[in-house]
């Protein structure tokens, strides 16, 4: 079994900054090829906010270009997305990914979110 566990949203005031912090747990993890956010506002589809496969550069929305960061632990199966100069439009359900590979299903790769954590952006 296999779980994403969130943390680091909140209510803060546009133009301040929050964390996001996911780690994945479970037996059996031979790797994590990709892991990243996405987001869902109230009445909007669900859009990737960002997203880093092994190896290589993360991968961002356009409208958060410049002001998140997206960075990978890959020894702790972690991963972190620091928000900055936030605006009210990014208030959503902000939900962890991630693209895992088992030892005993290789190559397949299997997908897994997290629970979910709200950030609300006050103007």
């Known amino acids: 079994q296999v779980q994403l566990v969130e943390s680091g949203g909140g209510l803060v005031q546009a133009g301040g900054s929050l964390r996001l912090s996911c780690a994945a747990s479970?037996?059996?993890?031979?790797?994590?090829?990709?892991m990243g956010w996405y987001r869902q506002a109230p009445g909007k589809q669900r859009e990737l906010v960002a997203a880093?496969?092994?190896?290589?550069?993360?991968n961002y929305a356009d409208s958060v270009k410049g002001r998140f960061a997206l960075s990978r632990d890959n020894a702790n199966n972690a991963v972190y997305l620091q928000m900055n100069s936030l605006k009210p439009e990014d208030t959503a359900v902000y939900s962890c990914?991630?693209?895992?590979?088992?030892?005993?299903?290789?190559?397949?790769?299997?997908?897994?979110w997290g629970q979910g954590t709200q950030v609300t952006v006050s103007s």
């Open positions: 479970g037996r059996s993890i031979f790797s994590i090829k990709t």
């Open positions: 990914y991630a693209a895992i590979l088992f030892i005993a299903t290789l190559p397949a790769m299997n997908d897994y």
């Open positions: 880093i496969t092994t190896g290589g550069n993360p």
